[in-house]
């Protein structure tokens, strides 16, 4: 995997956070902060939060003197999830890759992770440093894209670019649904020394208000953009051809799609 794919600079928050939140992410998001809320947490440890969709939810539902500590790899993304807090709200933002974590042994009751484990590039790393900064009763909840199968929008994003590119198409939209195997998942956390591990499959359908802005942020909110322009393509060419396959495949506005999600709970 190479590094571009996790590369969420730029102009890509901004895009990722209103084109592409609202469709595919808010739903998992609610679900995903459900979990952790349910716990009745006194401290909480975020990895890859983006521009701060779970974070916000979470902030809303747990306790005032539950600690929230929020990280991603790209202070960029951060800086727009920070946006969504006043002052006077405590979230603790840090610049964080889920393989290296410096937080102490056993000091946080909660850790979670909406849909970052599949950049992780050692995912068993990761989770051997979730396991080692839980507190024993602590738990992990996180969650990943199923196969393009399931996520149709995907394989019409990964078909738009193949046609366009058929010598040498931009990688990135392999790597969010490459990890979708329930067992290796499982495996992975057992690995990783999580003992008591379940995995969940949700599957939902979703309306999408605009595939205008929808396609927008497919080119605009991801790396992928960037895999365009280095291969000498033009992104917005690229927009209209994603926004037309979207709706040959989906129909017109309001179209719906089907999504689907692993979620994996890992107790300590
Ligand atoms: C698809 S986004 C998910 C963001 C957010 N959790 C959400 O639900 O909208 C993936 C995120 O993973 C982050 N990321 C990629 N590699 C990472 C790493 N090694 N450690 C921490 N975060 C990473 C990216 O910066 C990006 O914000």
Known sequence: MSDVNSNFVG??????????????????????AKLVIEREPKSVLELATGTGVVTRLLRDGVSQ???????????PMLEVARQKFKADEA????????????????????????????????????YREVLRILRPGGHYFFNAWDSHAF???????????????????????????????????????????????EVERKQIKKKIPSQESFAKGFIYGNPIGEEIRMRGGDPDAMVEKVRDAMEAEFGKDPAEMPLSAFFVTGHK
Not at 65 to 75: H, T
Not at 159 to 164: C, G, H, I, Q
Request: aromatic share 14%.
């Open 11 to 32: 102009s890509v928050p901004k895009y990722y956070d209103s084109a592409l939140v609202p469709v595919i992410f808010i739903d998992y998001a609610q679900d995903l």
């Open 151 to 197: 996520n149709p929008f995907a394989a019409v994003g990964q078909r738009v670019v193949e046609e366009a590119f058929p010598d040498d198409s931009p990688g990135f939209y392999k790597v969010p649904f490459h990890y979708h195997d329930a067992e290796e998942m499982k495996r992975d956390m057992n690995d990783a020394g999580f003992s008591s591990v």
């Open 91 to 126: 979230v603790s933002f840090q610049t964080i890759d889920a393989m290296e974590i410096p937080f102490e042994d056993h000091s946080v009751d909660v850790m979670v992770c909406q849909f970052g484990v599949m950049f992780f590039p050692d995912k068993v790393k990761s």
């Open 65 to 75: 003197e539950c600690e929230i500590f929020a990280s991603d790899l790209n202070e």
